[in-house]
Nanobody
């Protein structure tokens, strides 16, 4: 497994931007897909965006497509989620997740490793 630590959450106004980071350690020599999920109060944890290790292929949920960008720095073993045009409905705890392999999946049970989460709050 790989250990994941998120950072970068906070409070931002409607229309603002934030960048989340997820630093990986441990068995990082294995090829991992890295993804972001989020969970709002009273709701299920949902997929936000994912990126594979080779080729940088990405996939986004419809709710964030065009506003969020996922990218990775393999030298630093870090994945980022750049969030722009934030809306109050983006308020949630954001989690970084990793799965071995090369395919991006959107279901949470496909992921082996999880970070502790970072809170993002968008005020109206």
């Amino acid at each position: 497994q790989v250990q994941l630590v998120e950072s970068g959450g906070g409070l931002v106004q409607d229309g603002g931007s934030l960048r989340l980071s997820c630093a990986a350690s441990g068995r990082t020599s294995t090829s991992y897909v890295m993804s972001w999920f989020r969970q709002a109060p009273g709701k299920e944890r949902e997929f936000v965006a994912g990126i594979n290790r080779v080729g940088g292929s990405t996939y986004y949920s419809d709710s964030v497509k065009g506003r969020f960008t996922i990218y990775r720095d393999n030298a630093k073993i870090t994945v980022y989620l750049q969030m722009a045009s934030l809306k109050p409905e983006d308020t949630a705890v954001y989690y970084c997740a990793a799965r071995s392999g090369s395919s991006i999946y959107t279901r949470r049970y496909e992921y082996e490793s999880w970070g502790q989460g970072t809170q993002v709050t968008v005020s109206s």
